[in-house]
T-cell receptor
Framework: AQRVTQPEKLLSVFKGAPVELKCNYS??????LFWYVQYSRQRLQLLLR??SRESIKGFTADLNKGETSFHLKKPFAQEEDSAMYYC?????????????FGGGTRLMVKP | GAVVSQHPSWVICKSGTSVKIECRSL??????MFWYRQFPKQSLMLMAT?????????EQGVEKDKFLINHASLTLSTLTVTSAHPEDSSFYIC?????????FGPGTRLTVT
């Protein structure tokens, strides 16, 4: 079974402070991991995926297979980063690839 | 970029009635669409995987006779909540796969009174 855990439901930081949103996973195969973001009153959208190893909006995430983690980091948070962040793992069900989501972390960046 | 729409965006219905929610991929063809359910302050839970031209695959615990899914074309999947009850009130979100990436619809809020 695949599982994604985001231990923090809420993370509140001041503007300019570093941010780390934690994500741990369990999966028996080779995982493909994603971070999705949902801004207020907007749809869920992809922020980044581990295979592309890119930085989006200043965010990075490194897959650590030893610790089964995929934490999302940003060195200097901005107010516009305030949103709901979901870590997700792509695995296989009987019909094909499926996404399993973590519980989500609400990031609040205060001025 | 790929766009997924849902209709309606919100609906209120009486207990015992059925409600149909549409999910469309506007500028791409999607052989696979997914239906999720999200309760307040909770994460998205996959309900079923909808494959064009074949029966949907339901996740454990999801009643297939209650949540009817039809994927009639490469751009349209529908979710029908049959004999709705207040506990079916939730936010229903669909997604469609294009180029190995999932694109999400804006969601449909269902309230059953």
């Amino acid at each position: 079974a695949q599982r994604v855990t985001q231990p923090e439901k809420l993370l509140s930081v001041f503007k300019g402070a570093p941010v780390e949103l934690k994500c741990n996973y369990s999966y028996s195969g080779s995982p493909e991991l994603f971070w999705y973001v949902q801004y207020s009153r907007q749809r869920l959208q992809l922020l980044l995926r581990h295979i592309s190893r890119e930085s989006i909006k200043g965010f990075t995430a490194d897959l650590n297979k030893g610790e089964t983690s995929f934490h999302l980091k940003k060195p200097f948070a901005q107010e516009e980063d305030s949103a709901m962040y979901y870590c997700a793992l792509s695995g296989l069900n009987n019909a094909g690839n499926m996404l399993t989501f973590g519980g989500g972390t609400r990031l609040m960046v205060k001025p | 970029g790929a766009v997924v729409s849902q209709h309606p965006s919100w609906v209120i219905c009486k207990s015992g009635t059925s409600v149909k929610i549409e999910c469309r991929s506007l500028d791409f063809q999607a052989t696979t669409m997914f239906w999720y359910r999200q309760f307040p302050k909770q994460s998205l839970m996959l309900m079923a995987t909808s494959n064009e031209g074949s029966k949907a695959t339901y996740e454990q615990g999801v009643e297939k006779d209650k949540f009817l899914i039809n994927h009639a074309s490469l751009t349209l999947s529908t979710l029908t909540v049959t004999s709705a009850h207040p506990e079916d009130s939730s936010f229903y979100i669909c997604s469609a796969t294009s180029q190995f990436e999932q694109y999400f619809g804006p969601g449909t809020r269902l309230t059953v009174t």
